[in-house]
């Protein structure tokens, strides 16, 4: 300025680049109560004229804690020289002290530094109802999100990415510049600027255009069903300033009107979809006209073969105190992130299915080739990719298990009522007979499936035939092995060289109990409808023990 070519910086220098907010001239001596920091004082210390040295720096301690970015002093009558005290206070807090000429008016000073200020301010305030109209003009036109991470690249020159809940990159303006390792937070750099949007600072590391550290800002952005998604702007070929920050600010309230929108598209579309998938596991056959003109606007193939296959969720407590420390929580929330984590898993082994959620389990319409589907390879690969799946779950919900039913495939979609039933009766089936982290196929539950038809234990025991009643019955120290050597003997069609591999026994031990098991029972292994009865009735001890 050029009224203060005279002035003169006495003490502080280092803080000349002190951004000033404000300016105002000091009254009181208590004036330290009333700021709120980046003001510029100006005074003639006649508020503080009977201080003592400690006094004034205590004074100057005080002006610098609040932030204030220059004492401005023009000597008066009544203060011939500026104390010393002063002086080194303010250069030990870096606060400018700056003697201005005795003959300046303080309006000198005061309307040039207001001018800038408001300037300033109305520059500020144009910039951001240029980039305000940008990004309205954007959301209006439904543009999508890359487009609005791209004109943010523009206005702040440096790259852009959208990153989801799980910071897996879903779209950026350059791929070159994105960071391969996220380092850790930086909080030296919190509050350089103070905003309305949250946000903190990461330090990263590129391999392009060249390797280096760099640092990130990222802005998490909530949306109305609480998906969060996270903005991230990394500093490649400049440092962001203030008015990129304004920026980023409409940036972010674009995004976030965007993601809102394109959430209530999906509900839409997502309670469509389960209109016809309900149709179709109904079986209302008087509406398959209609269901076919549905699928086709929404382009699902319904001439297809498919699999059905269900996902049943539910908490497993490894014990009693597990189940009380686990109480408190909220198990609405635990269903809903496990019910994120289990349609990723789905999508990413079976992306061609069709979803459906239905309480605590998700439906799995599965796209089968006819071919495949009459053979038995592909049952092998789903049960494979399923138990993938239970592992993905398993490995980020402790307490969470996956058992999965799969029913036989449907060759026309009249046919899908009939294999979700199927996957039903798989599910309930499995969990008895293999535990709650099955994965079983209605096509392999053979005779279990006859034998399920009979709740009543009592019902079932009587298919047990009287020899093998005899062994159960058994006083004999070694039964249970006897029990389990028969079971493995027959699953190995009486051949007693295999069973012994599988049994880790010499085939000689095989061969002692299969005649210890005659000399108790009486059986005639050469008689297969008396083998047949045996085979059933060792499945019906595996149901009713399982059921126990």
């Known amino acids: 300025m050029e009224r203060l070519h005279d002035a003169e910086v006495l003490g502080g220098r280092e803080g000349l680049s002190n951004v000033i907010e404000g300016i105002t001239i000091m009254e009181a001596p208590d004036i330290a109560d009333w700021l709120k920091g980046g003001e510029m004082l100006l005074t003639s210390l006649y ?182 998604v996270h903005l991230i702007i990394t500093e490649v070929y400049k440092r962001l300033e203030e008015l990129d920050f304004i920026a980023i600010e409409n940036a972010a309230t674009a995004l976030s009107l965007e993601l809102v929108k394109q959430f209530a598209v999906a509900e839409v579309e997502r309670e469509f979809k389960n209109d016809i998938i309900d149709d179709l596991l109904a079986g209302k056959g008087q509406i398959l006209e209609t269901v ?88 092998a690969a789903v049960k494979e990719k399923a138990r993938e799946i239970q592992g993905n779950i398993r490995a980020k919900a402790k307490d969470i298990v996956v058992q999965v039913g799969i029913g036989n495939v449907a060759e026309t979609v009249m046919d899908i009522s009939g294999r979700y039933q199927e996957a039903q009766d798989a599910l309930d089936l499995g969990g008895t007979l293999y535990g709650s982290e099955s994965v079983t196929a209605f096509a392999e539950l053979g005779l279990f499936r006859l034998l399920c038809q009979f709740p009543d234990p009592a019902a079932l025991t009587s298919f047990i035939p009287p020899s093998l009643s005899r062994l159960l019955e058994s006083k004999n120290a ?10 493995v003997f027959l699953e190995h069609n009486q051949n007693a060289a295999k069973a012994a591999q599988d049994l880790f026994v010499h085939y000689k031990t095989v061969m002692y109990r299969l005649e210890r098991i005659k000399e108790i029972t009486g059986m005639d292994f050469e008689d297969s409808e008396e083998m047949l009865g045996v085979r059933v009735g060792m499945k019906i001890i595996n149901l009713v023990k399982n059921r126990k």
């Not at 070694?478 to 079971?487: A, G, P, R, S, V």
Request: net charge neutral.
């Open 478 to 487: 070694i039964k249970n092995d006897l029990l389990h050597t028969l079971e």
């Open 47 to 228: 508020p503080i004229r009977n201080y003592t040295e400690e006094e004034q720096r205590d004074f100057v301690f005080r002006l610098a804690d609040k932030g204030v970015s220059a004492l401005m002093i023009k000597n008066h009558r009544f203060v011939k020289k500026i104390p010393d005290a002063i002086v080194e206070a303010g250069e030990k807090t870096a606060l400018p002290i700056i003697q201005i000429p005795q003959d300046i008016p303080y309006v000198d000073v005061l309307y040039p530094v207001m001018e800038e200020l408001f300037n300033n301010q109305v520059m500020k305030l144009k910039y951001f109802i240029d980039v305000h109209d940008r990004f309205t003009a954007l959301s209006l036109t439904d543009a999508g999100l890359e487009s609005i991470i791209t004109t943010l690249g523009e206005l702040i020159g440096n790259p852009v990415a959208l990153y989801d809940r799980n910071f897996v990159c879903m779209t950026a303006t350059s791929s070159y510049t994105m960071p391969t390792v996220q380092m850790e937070r930086n909080v030296e750099r919190e509050k350089i600027v103070e905003t309305k949007f949250p946000y903190y600072w990461m330090t990263a590391k590129i391999t392009e255009p060249e390797t280096k550290s760099v640092e990130q800002i990222v802005v998490p952005i909530r949306t109305v069903n609480r998906i969060k």
């Open 292 to 379: 076919y003109h549905r699928a086709n606007l929404i382009g699902w193939d319904l001439d297809r073969s498919y699999a059905v296959l269900l996902f049943h969720v539910k908490e497993e407590f490894t014990s009693l105190s597990q189940k009380e420390m686990n109480k408190p929580r909220s198990s609405r929330r635990l269903q809903t992130k496990t019910f994120t984590y289990l349609h990723e898993a789905i999508r990413s082994q079976f992306g061609d299915g069709i979803l459906r959620s239905r309480s605590d389990t998700i439906i799995l319409l599965l796209p089968v080739d006819q071919q495949e589907g009459k053979g038995k390879n592909w049952l």
